[in-house]
């Protein structure tokens, strides 16, 4: 991208000027989610920054919110900290009791749309597959068709089917909703796989299912995983279709965050936003240590 | 060995077969059907599992869009009984076209069904139904429920003693409308028509027309924000798609780490940002650019829902403008440039034209994204940031009007079809990439 030497002094204004722009535009698109950070360890219950903060008094930060993030909706929060309030905390704290339930529904849900999409998506990339485009638009539709119309329709077939308020419901409709991403992902990987490795395998007398497990598996593995871990997200963020067919004690975090926005809107969100950014920079390296790994594996080497 | 070969083939006049005797041409067609089986049944098991999940749920809204018993069935909360209501008023509309006088029959009629409907405790249900098409119907039909056994004929004068409203045509036009399950009237509804007494459709009231405004504010912010994102895309695909790849990789960061950041993040964000006490406002107040009595209104309305929104969904434009420009050569412009165009001229005539189906993709998927929008405009979108989609919830959560709420997400879901098939053919859903 660097101007030729020739290059008009206008020319050179107008790069300058381009730099900046894109620099003002990458702020623009980061700053946002770095900002609760500082802002997650304020001492008051301010969505801004104080003067404290602002000049590094080490009495305007605190880890208050953390804390209350842990004492919310405990039996006896101000017991001595030992084993028994921990014990009391993991009962009974509202956010420990709905991080469980993220990660429990996150979980199936993930290896539900993991297994079946991966299945279909080795179908999919097989040439002989019939009805591919059709077959391909249906499964990516959860992707594009808004949440609400989904979560509209889950509300009325779940009320009928009397899965409304189970996990199975909930757990089953987030599953749909990662299955476009493991799609997308799986086949991604299976672009350029060359066939003439499992009919080798099958020459040398491994049976399907070993073929499966020794040949495939492992080169596709990066994209399963990568689909997984989008799916899993897909899940852990979902709030729409929680609202609307879970029971009222079936917590989740973006639920607890939806409620605490709406409702009464503390610095704990804050807190809880930056755990969050947190798990999304430690998933986004994840996903790219297994492109990487995945193109290396293929032999698509960056230029 | 050529020679024999020819000999061979020229001695076997009859067909190609396989070793075991089927004739070639069979058996290719036999394991090429096999080999489809194969592939369709690895497909199987999610395509079930989605017709259960999603294909039926869609299919129920839509049902529920044209179907609404409440006005012809009870159903009883415990044992699942139903039992069919208002069953002599529809009897007397069977027997009387549209635009009949009410007579004594027809209030006779009502009395009885509503003697039934107390026995059901249904009276509530059945005006709730009303209540869709006229507001007040509710009430009307608990308080002459409650007294319909004490009354006594001529029931029209009973009825009317009761409440005026039962001699109102538009009453019984609305419930002659609601005596059959099956109805347009809810999509009518939800492009601002209504039926009038004797059957036609016109126009709601204007300060009663709500959803073909919201329709058209919808479209109007969701082309808004897809110009946005393709204004703030194009020079930042731009730059990473000329920079070598170890510093792009490393920008890329900034556009794939908002994409895989939770959306409540996202959007608490931007309200800690642009609230009156927020970020944005005090450091404009803190520098002296503002005045502390002026800070301005950045949130709850259509300002914050812009915003947000153009955030949120940015990365979905950079990343189908990016794998479009990054196979771009740039000995195309260079060949321009020494040709003697202006470096403004070879951008417009040799690179723009090469971005064009990067800046389609990009449109049209943030366009699909943007106008089905939820959680954004519902919490930062104040009264005049809502979409179309806050309006369904509001139906499902809070009027707890099912039918119209399923109307209006149809009508959103025909359109979010035809734009998705658009993409599908432009540019292929197995295009669709994430990072």
Known sequence: MALPKHASLLERIWHKTYLVICGLIFLFLISPILIVIPLSFNAEPYFTFTEKMLSFDPTGFSTRWYDLLLTFGMTEPDAPRDGSWWADAWANSNWIGAAKNSVIIGFFSTLLATVLGTLAALGLSRPEMPFR????????????????????????????????????????????????????????????????????????????????????????????????????????????VVLFVAAHDQQTIPRQMWNGIREQISPAILSVATILVIISIALLTTVEVLRRRGERLRGISPQ | MADATADIIQSQPQKLTTKDGKPLKAALAASQSRAKRKAFFLVLPLLAFMVLTFVMPIVQMLHQSVYNPGFTIHEDVISKEQTPIMVNLRDWFDENPRGTEPDETAYAAIVQDLIVLRELRAQGQAGTRINYERSGSRSLFTKSARRAPRMEAPFKQALLEIDEEWGD??????????????????????????????????????????????????????????????????????????????????????????????????????????????????????????ADENRIQMMYNQTGTIVAMTHILLPFMVLPLYSVMRPINPSYVRAARSLGATSWTAFRRIYFPQTVPGIGAGALLVFILAVGYYITPALVGGADGQLISNLIAFHMQKSLNWSLAAALASILLAGILILYWLYDRLIGIDNLKLG
């Open chain 1, 133 to 240: 485009r059709a077959i391909m638009a249906i499964l990516i539709s959860p992707m594009i068709v808004p949440i609400i119309i989904t979560a509209t329709g889950l509300f009325f077939f779940y009320s009928k089917t009397g899965l409304a308020n189970s996990y199975l419901g909930i757990i089953m409709a987030h599953a749909t909703l990662g299955i476009p991403f493991v799609i997308i992902t799986v086949t991604a990987t299976l672009v350029g796989f060359d066939h003439s490795l499992t009919r080798a395998a099958a020459n040398l007398g491994a049976t399907p299912t070993k073929t499966f497990f020794t040949i495939i598996m492992p080169l596709i593995l990066p994209g399963v995983i990568s689909g997984a871990l989008f799916a899993f997200v897909t899940s852990f963020d979902e709030v729409v």
């Open chain 2, 169 to 290: 045509p538009e009453l019984w036009a609305a419930m002659r409308d609601a005596s059959s399950a099956y109805t347009p009237n809810f999509y009518l509804a939800a492009i601002d028509l209504t039926r009038t007494d004797d059957g036609s459709v016109e126009r709601v009231n204007e300060n009663r027309a709500l959803y073909v405004n919201l329709f058209q504010r919808t479209l109007f912010l969701s082309v808004l924000i897809t110009f946005l994102t393709f204004v703030l895309a194009y020079p930042i695909a731009h730059l990473l798609a000329t920079l070598p790849l170890r510093y792009s990789n490393l920008l890329m960061i900034f556009v794939l780490l908002p994409f895989w950041t939770s959306l409540l993040v996202r959007t608490t964000s931007w309200m800690v940002l642009l609230q009156s006490q927020g970020v944005l406002n005090d450091a404009m107040v803190g520098t002296g650019i503002l």
